[in-house]
């Protein structure tokens, strides 16, 4: 099964589509239903994981999938990110806590 890893670290918009098109697939066919019905959660896993890597990266990520971070959210065009799930106060705690640019008002 291709992993969250392999998805992010393509080199290529289009490697990472193909990759995460795979994921896709490979998780209708263990849990069920279409690939398509799984979308918004393995976005929001793919997201998740871009965390872990630098800022440059996590963008390249969260801008070719579209997924969100559910903390730092999605990228704007300046490179900076619009907060995720949670609310705008406690966003900018944790960006101010972690030392990353305080992001946009969605």
């Given amino acids: 099964m291709i992993g969250y890893q392999d998805i992010c670290e393509a080199k ?20 069920g239903s ?4 799984h979308r918004a ?3 929001s896993n793919v997201g998740y994981c871009s965390g872990y890597y630098d ?3 996590a963008k390249r990520i969260l ?3 579209g997924a969100r971070h559910p903390i730092f959210g999605s990228s ?13 106060k406690t966003a900018k705690r944790i960006l101010d806590w972690l030392g990353l640019k305080k992001g946009h008002e969605p």
Avoid: C, I, N
Wanted: charged fraction near 35%; charge should be positive; avoid cysteine.
């Fill in 76 to 88: 704007h065009a300046d490179g900076t990110l619009k907060p995720g799930y949670y609310d705008q």
């Fill in 63 to 65: 801008d070719w999938l």
């Fill in 12 to 31: 290529t918009k289009r490697e990472m589509v193909r990759r995460f098109e795979v994921l896709l697939k490979e998780v209708a066919k263990r849990y």
């Fill in 55 to 57: 800022q440059k990266t």
């Fill in 34 to 37: 279409t690939p398509e019905s």
């Fill in 41 to 43: 959660t393995q976005l």
